[in-house]
């Protein structure tokens, strides 16, 4: 069975500084997803930055970026410059890539990131 | 195009009682999934409907069960409720998913459940 673990309960950053979380999954599978969500207190769960194994190339959204190493199972995302308002709960989660219908997700227990002004 | 939409945001309800709780999907997708999230296990994934069939389920007792309507807005229902069940339930919404459109689940704001 697939597990996501994300190893950091909490972290803080200053404002306009760089933060790294981190994710490691476990999976027998060569072919999946993996994603990162965000979620401001009391707010909806949004995706920030989705990855593709088959593709080597890390993916990027603006401030967000990720480090995919899929040898070592790890999946961290780096915020850069980051604002007040990134400060949520982030989660990263696993998916397979099976089209059979018995895809589902699997998330992490999330990491509480503070941003400090 | 409207968001996920849950219903209702908040309950508070007894131990023995039975709940249900209801979702709509984004216009045009046809997959629902529903998840439970707490402080201490995070997201725990419940099930997930795609045309009106359960495709997956995760380890949840019997107490837990679902459907989906023809016009793809999904139902949860818990029964015996117990202390345990007060969480965040969250559902979530995705055309069928193919590695070309991409497969990204959009979230409702959750169901914040209380049980004394």
């Known amino acids: 069975a697939q597990t996501v673990t994300q190893s950091q309960p909490e972290m803080s950053v200053q404002e306009a500084e760089t933060v790294t979380l981190s994710c490691t999954y476990d999976?027998?599978?060569?072919?999946?997803?993996l994603f990162w969500y965000k979620q401001p207190p009391s707010r909806q769960m949004i995706l920030v930055i989705r990855q593709e194994a088959y593709k080597q190339q890390n993916a990027t959204e603006n401030r967000f970026s990720v480090n995919f190493q899929k040898a070592a199972k790890s999946f961290s995302l780096k915020i850069s410059d980051s604002q007040l308002g990134d400060a949520a709960m982030y989660f990263c989660a696993y998916r397979s890539s099976q089209f059979s219908g018995t895809y589902k997700y699997i998330f992490g227990t999330g990491t509480r990131l503070k941003v400090l002004a | 195009k409207a968001g996920v939409t849950q219903t209702p945001r908040y309950l508070i309800k007894t131990r023995g009682q039975q709940v249900t709780l209801s979702c709509s999907p984004i216009?045009?997708?046809?997959?629902v999934s529903w998840y439970q999230q707490t402080p201490g296990q995070g997201l725990q994934f419940l099930f997930e409907?795609?045309?009106?069939?359960?495709?997956n389920k995760g380890n949840f007792p019997g107490r837990f069960s679902g459907r989906q309507f023809s016009n793809s807005r999904s139902e949860m229902n818990v029964s015996t409720l117990e202390l345990g069940d007060s969480a965040l339930y969250l559902c979530a919404s995705s055309f069928r998913p193919t590695r070309d459109r991409g497969n990204e689940q959009f979230f409702g704001p959750g169901t914040r459940l209380t049980v004394l």
């Open positions: 216009s045009g997708h046809r997959s």
């Open positions: 409907y795609f045309s009106e069939t359960q495709r």
């Open positions: 999976t027998s599978e060569s072919d999946y997803y």
